[in-house]
């Protein structure tokens, strides 16, 4: 046998020898052309294909106003220019995902009916030095060619992020030298006659390198935010276009439930909400469509998974814990209690707000608590016992406890010593020792105490708290009416307590969406 092989190698050596050097040739010409750039560069754009108008753009009235100059500017340059007014430098678009930042640089370039170039940042962070900065500069050099253009660099973070002193990670050098380029390039502008708008999207401005936010750079920077109500409803209504709606799906009683939802978001949910009518048969799109797609995206799809008779218990009363202290502190009213597993929940309680806000006081954030542990509470109070379900409630407690006082000034009563109403740097070097001890003990107290609360309440009313529980075991899914039919059939007790002043306000800047608890 061992003779065979010596002599079939033997005889093939040559033509094995062939095929390898062939092989190394052929990996070496890949690796040389994808460090010199390949002739079609993949990042530069020039897209013409279903512009997005200006009309399409909803619910962000403010940028859109802001960018209005630009477009305008970009359209008919010689008119600004007659009255001696410098081209506007860069334009960063900064705020969550979702809200629209592409579609509005794709609507300036079809406003002003300019070509569009589109980059994304990380791109331009490669693995081999030097390119990404090439890049760049055949980004900026097609762009230029084509007189008037709008060039979008989408996640500027990836190549702008704020300098680490300690350099670290192997991209670091090259993030540096795109960086330096793109800064060049912006530089540049005053001294071309190019009529060429730069628009940068990035989720924060913070984490963006200083050198970036210059005047002459990105000096114009527009908050694109979540929609407010009214600019949810147009958004819902832009995107209903082509979906035939049932009488009963109610558009504006959508936008109002939606706090929080970006543009993204809520076109998602319109999809899948005509997805779920059309397999289920129908011909138009309904309200329960719409609330089931809105179930899913917040919680979850409906589980098949069967809970035991003594976990499905646990979980009723659960629910009921977390319904009940909602109900009885007077926050958004539960909506719906359901017993049917979905996504990673066992059960929940959905509500939604009646308007939305933009300040939640001290009081409103312990209640907010109050109902967070009244799932926990509610075991304890009827079963004697704690279960690992509720870690999600749990860590947001934490969460929520730990801003109340680190970052809201909240730690104690108005009236009280404690830690003052300073925002601490979060997650770092600048706070002592004894400071996160005392941050911790404040935040441990304001949960203790809420916890007191959650429980005395449900004890308070546990012939109501009883009565939820039954009916979600024997029907699985409370609706609103059937909850408050519940809720007003018992005598429910508040045990009104003084608390702190509520005096202290605090901006969100996002209006939290709290889905199920
Ligand atoms: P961003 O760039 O801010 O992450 P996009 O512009 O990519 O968001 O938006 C993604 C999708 O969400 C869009 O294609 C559109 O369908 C929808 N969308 C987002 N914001 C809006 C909005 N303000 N008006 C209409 N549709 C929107
Ligand atoms: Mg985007
Ligand atoms: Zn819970």
Redesign the pocket.
Known sequence: MATNIQEFFFDWYPVFGVIFMACLLLVFLRLLRSTMGSTKPETVKANKTAPVLWE?????DAAKDELMDVAEWLRDPKRFAALGARPPGGVLLY?P????????ARAVAAQAGVDFYAASGSAFVEMFVGRGAARIRRLFKEARKSGRAVIFI?ELDAIGGARSGSGGDGGTSEREQALNQLLVELDGFEKTDATVIVIA?SNYVDKLDRALLRPGRFDRQVL?AP?DRH?REA?LR??ATGKPLADDLDLTDVARKTTGM???QL?NALNEAAIIAGRAGRTQVGREDLDEALLRQSVGSQQARRLSPKERRIVAFHEAGHALCRRLLGLDPPEILSIVPRGPALGFVGHSPQEDTYLKSRDQLLDEVVTLLGGRAAEEVVLGESYSGAVDDLSRVHLVCKQMVAEFGMGVALDHDGPPPIALPTGDYAVSDSTRRDVDIASMTLAREAYRRARALLAANRGCLDDLAACALERETLTREELDEIFASHDLHTLVEPRGTGAALVAMTQPPAVPGE
Do not use: E, N
Request: a negative charge; zero cysteines.
């Open positions: 399409d753009v909803q619910g962000v705020g995902p979702g809200t629209g930042k592409t579609m509005l989408d999207a694109v929609p600019g958004i832009s995107h970006t543009g993204a076109a």
